[in-house]
């Protein structure tokens, strides 16, 4: 969960701007926006806030669904505090496993001190009855440390099995802090961090582009379908997009109908040939409305593209791109508009 410390007079100062903001987009100030727009105004979650600014720009729709994936992806964190959990898990197992093993170490410690003197027992022994009586005293020592042997053997095999467990819970955590559940492409937080991740890296002579693609008149087909069949019509293009992206490329749900690709090594023709090839395909897309003769079938994309240039941030290269799409939106839409067209 994402963390506010700031002080009260702080707090009081993102109060003042939330609610007016909520006011002007007739939008109730419950927990879930009331939230978003706090996180928004007090620009912890810059990726937020470029979606927040077009919502309150109208060039995106919004509403309670769109608010739950915001809300989700960027202040609830759940995967994270899954991560958290089993990592908490495996401190406990690692400190139990620890002194066991201690315990073991001291058992075998004093193993060896009461052996050594049952040893010279034996050898001081001067008749059957002394002799029994060390031998006997060894081979209780030797019974005693096989039980502590036992016992830790069945720890450590606990905590193997218990380990085990984890780290496959630990493996569907983290695939669930990168994914986005419906679509099944990395979700916006894992897109900039991997948008980061490769400028950083990024040889002197590699291309980077990046494509975003917004489903035109979305909100008319929750409305006039219902919400499950826009999930379907997601469920759809993140196929898709999967399906037609080559090794190397990283496909994500930006936020609500709107995707966001990295190509890498690819340059700004490239990268127009490919986003085109995407939105025809888009557009040959049929999806059938259950529990009835309807078919949608007129569905249309528009593409901003923007490439990498020296100096760049992800931030940066980003803007471009969603500058392009905005563009592209302004043209009549189900078009493709690089950083050329931008004023």
Known sequence: MLEFPEALPQAVAYLKDVLPALNQLRLPPNPLHFALWYTHISGRRPELSAVLEKVEKSLVPYDDAIAQILFHDHICLTGGADIEKAAAKFHLIAAALHENLQHSIDSSSHLDQNISSSCQSLQAAINSEDFAIAVSDIIAQLETFNTTNRECRRTMQNASEEISQLKIELERAQKSANIDELTRLYNRTTFYRELNRRIEKRAATQKLC???????????????????????????????????????????????????????????????????????????????????????????????????????????????ADKALYVAKEAGRNTTMTEVSIK
């Open 210 to 320: 990046v494509v975003l693609c917004d489903l035109d008149y979305f909100k008319s087909i929750n409305d006039n379908f219902g919400h499950l069949v826009g999930d379907r019509v997601l469920q759809r293009i993140g196929a898709l997009l999967l399906e037609k992206s080559r090794e190397g490329t990283l496909a994500a749900r930006y936020g609500g109908e709107e995707f966001a690709l990295i190509l890498p090594d690819t340059n700004l023709a490239e990268a127009t040939l490919f986003a085109e090839r995407l939105r025809s395909a888009i557009n040959k897309l049929r999806v059938k409305v259950r529990n009835s003769d309807a078919e949608l079938n007129e569905l249309t994309a528009s593409f901003g593209i923007a490439c990498w240039r020296d100096g760049d941030s992800a931030e940066t290269l980003f803007e471009r």
